[in-house]
Every structure is written in C-alpha cells, then in structure tokens.
C-alpha cells in the first residue's frame, strides 16, 4: 500500500482540510488529474479504513448468501459446472475436447472461455484440499473468495484516489439494486472479469504511469488477461476508450486518441491466440460474441432457441423496486449543480480521471438500460463516478467562496442503508428458490449399474451443471448455452427446442435415434413437460426428489 500511503494528509476521516491549488503560469503544463486535492490516511488509519471497506460489506454478502438466499443449494445453477471443473483441474479445463457433451461445439472444439477463471478455483479448491476440507454445496467458500476480491479492489482503488470513508461505497455498491446484488452472491466469472474492470480503471487513473513506458504494456497485459478470464474479451476496450477520450480532451493530440483501445485489443488478441485451446477459442468468441446476441434479439434462425433468463430481463421493469438505483443520477445532479462553480470551471477538460468516469457512467447505464446483462459493467462504473464526484465536491465546498455540502462526506453512506431497507424485502422474495446436486438419481445410477459414458438425455441444458457435478462419468446433450448445441447441429437442436417447450414430444424410439441416449432425464422444476412426457407412453424408471428419468 505505499503508493496510497504517499497521499496521505489527515489522520481522520472526518475532519478534512483543503489543500489550496498552487497557482499556475499560462506556460506551464496543467495537472494530470483533478485540480482539488483529497485527503490521505497515515499507515494505521489506512488499514482501518480498508479493513472496515472489506469486511463488513463481506459479512453482510455472507448472511445474504448463507442465511437467505443459498441455504441449502445455490440459486445459479452454473455454479455446479465451475465448482467440478475446480475440482478435475487442468486436466479437463485445459483440454480441447469435451466429451461429456454430446450436442455441442465444445465435443469436439472445447476451449475453456473462462480459463482464469477456472485456475483460481482450482487454486482454492487444492489450499482447501490440503487441510483435508471438502468443498460442497453450497459454495459460499468460492463465492466469499470472489466477493473479497472485488471489494478489496475498489477499496484500494478508492484509497489510492484518496476517497473520504470507502466503507460507504462498497455499501452503496453490494445494496444499490438488488438484483445486482443476488449476481454477488453467485459463482461466476463476471467477478473476476468486474476486478479486472477496476484494476484497469485504477491503473489507467495513475499519473506516474500516464507518461511511462510500461503504461501501453500493461493495458496489453490486461487484456490478455480478459480474454484468459472472460467470455466477452472485446469488453476490455471500453475503459480504455473512455480514458483515451479523457486524455484527449485534455491534451488534444489526435495522434495519442487510439494508442490506449489499440493496446487493450492487441492484448485481447494475444490472449486468444496465445492459448492453450487456439484456435479453438476463436470459434467459440463467435459463438459467444455474435451468435448469442442473434438468440438475444430475435435474428435469423437462432431466434428460436430461447436462452437463460439472464438475457430476457428488461431493466426498466424492474426499477420501480430499486428506487435508489433510479435516485442516484439525481442526487449526482444535485451535487454537481451545488458545486457548479467548480465542475463548470474552465479547466473541466483537465480532470482526466473524473471525465473518464463520467463517461463510463454514461456509456455503461445507457448500455444496461437496453440490455440487462451490461449491469456488470454499469454498476461498478457508477460507484467508482459516484467516489469521485463526492470526493471533489466535498473538497471544492470548503475552497474560499465554496457552498458547504451539508453532511457530504456521510451522505453515500446514509444512502446505502436507505438502500438495504428495499433490498432486504426483495432477496426475501427469492429465498428457497435453489438448485442442489442430483445426488438421489447419480445413487440411482450407480445401483442399477449404468455404463460409464452412457448419453441421458437432457433437453433442458440448464439442468446439465447438477448433472455434470453429479455424475462427471456420463455424457449429455447440451449445456450451459443453447447456441453451442445450435452451431454443432442446428436442426437436432431446433427439434430438442420443441421437444423441451413440450410443443411437440417425438416417440421414445425417435429421440433414442436422434440423440443416442438410453435414458432421458427430466427435472423437477420441469412438471409441464414430464406430464406431456407420461401422456405419450413414455416409460419412468426412476421418479424422486431430483426428477424424472425415462428408459428409452
């Protein structure tokens, strides 16, 4: 932590002084980063402050988590698919074929689009291993794991920035919108990719890295990271665009506008190339990156496969329950205009890192706005503009001639517990819709001595995670995403699409033919169809907590 411990100015939090800008000669260059100073932490006050922003955030996801919400299984199940790729290791996670899927890309043309990702697991599933400590479901070990990250991120990200009591916002960040805040609480690769996200802001924000040499190199380096740890690697151009703008705005040299995304995309596709998996991991970007989005909006053929419901939400239907989300831009209205005088100065163009973020804030919301999924984008953005708009506003309030902000510097956090008061209703609201191993039927498959490598049939690929976690030893259809079924055989997968909506169920013997299974498993959640399934002689040989399964 030296490189935040070398602002440090005040010893409490409270009690901030305002360092009076130096005047400047028309001929000298303008400050790199904004013009009003924030204040610093010494040593211990430093830790206090970032112990304080970890750890009661954490142990409040924590109760969310283990009390609420995945109580006895967990709510996303995906979780089920990394939690046994942690387990197997490099061995299946590096390896370009994957068998276990019999109607996919990935039999065949396997690459591991969220490869980092999976090494971390792995990493924390061996240090658990070696105190002899089993990792079962639910995974609040991995999930705990995730979440300490990407708090400690934006925490030491803040403290760099030297933001007044980062505690309130990773409050305001984990209790702003609350579906935002159940994707906390799942295992997924979007949290390490949301750290990347705020690291690549933090070091992009360095003055000493501004006129470097390792600037460009570094930026490389991240982007090699995203496409290593995320399924959309092309997102990493969108932090470096926005400080590329900034930049430009304050310096006006064209010439420098696309060196910032140029670097994160050569980076990006190092990252791709430079792959265990090449080129493999080509493919399947374009099934990621342009065939999904066709399913999403209904273009071509794919429109109809229907995805996860991730992809369906509409965020402005759901704002009405998330009225503080809905508040902020206000409240950042308001406290801009209430410092007009400094925000509207002539030399705006110069506060690089808080351009930067606005127009993050901007781009991103707007982005959400129309498509639910860019909320992994837009929520950190938000509250990294939100640090530093209060940050700034607080200082320029108490310069000769400021307006004073009435309780500015407490206010986020007054604002993220007015938050949890709508947040808490809602994950109630959710609470004891999970999903657990199907440990019942895999029983029942080992006691009536399935063959290993026997294809069951699962229409439904959401239910494939619990399988696969379950018994890793048979093989499936598809999984995790209906457009891998689709580019291996459109047609299979259009029949399955019907055959899984229950809108036409084909004999017994036809499916057997079509998909080389002997049995096919329907879960519980899924009554309609094993009620259509039963009215057309379909024969069950197992019926229990887990489902149904039928000979065929």
Known sequence: MNLIQNHQTQENCAEI??????????????????????P????????????????????????????????????????????????QGPRVFLAKRFPALTLS???????????GFHFLLWGLHRA????????????????????????????LTLLYWRVPCPLYYNLLFIGLYYIFSLRLLFVRAYMLAMLLLVLMVLLLSMPALRGSRWRLPLVCLLGFLYAWCYSNPHFVLVPSTAFALAEFLQDRKLWRLPLLPLAALVGAVLGLTLHPQFPNTWLILKVQGWDVLKMIFGAGAEAGIRGGNEFYIKPLDHISRAPFLLGLPLLLAALVWRSRNHWFSKDWSQRVEINALFILFLCSNAAFLNFFRFVEFSMPCSILFTALLFRDSLQASRQPGGRRIFAAQHLPGIYALCAFVFLLPAL????????????????????????????????????????????????????????????QDPQKTLVLEEFRTARKIIPAKQLKELTGAIFLFVSASEKTLASEILRHDYKSVYVGRDGWLFAL
Not at 133 to 146: C, D, I, N, Q, T
């Open 428 to 487: 109630l609201a959710i609470k004891g819709n999970n999903h657990r191993p199907f440990t019942e039927l895999a029983a029942w498959v080992q006691r009536n001595s399935v063959p290993e490598g026997s294809i069951i049939a699962n229409p439904r690929w959401g239910s494939f995670p619990m399988l696969y976690y379950s018994m890793p030893n048979m093989r499936y259809l598809g999984g995790l995403d209906p457009m891998f079924s689709y580019a």
């Open 17 to 38: 002084s305002p360092v009076l800008p130096q005047a400047q000669s028309p001929s000298e260059e303008p400050t790199p980063i904004c013009q009003v100073q924030a």
């Open 128 to 155: 658990r291993s070696l105190f002899g400590w089993r990792v079962s479901a639910p995974f609040h070990y991995y999930a705990l794991a995730l979440q300490a990250g990407l708090l400690s991120m934006i925490a």
């Open 105 to 115: 890309l990935w039999q065949e043309h396997f690459s591991d689009k969220e490869l």
């Open 40 to 87: 610093g932490y010494s040593g211990k006050r430093l830790l206090f402050h970032f112990c304080l922003a970890l750890i009661v955030p954490l142990l409040l996801l924590y109760f969310f988590r283990a009390a609420i919400i995945c109580v006895d299984g967990e709510t996303d199940p995906d979780a089920y698919y990394h939690a046994k790729l942690a387990e």
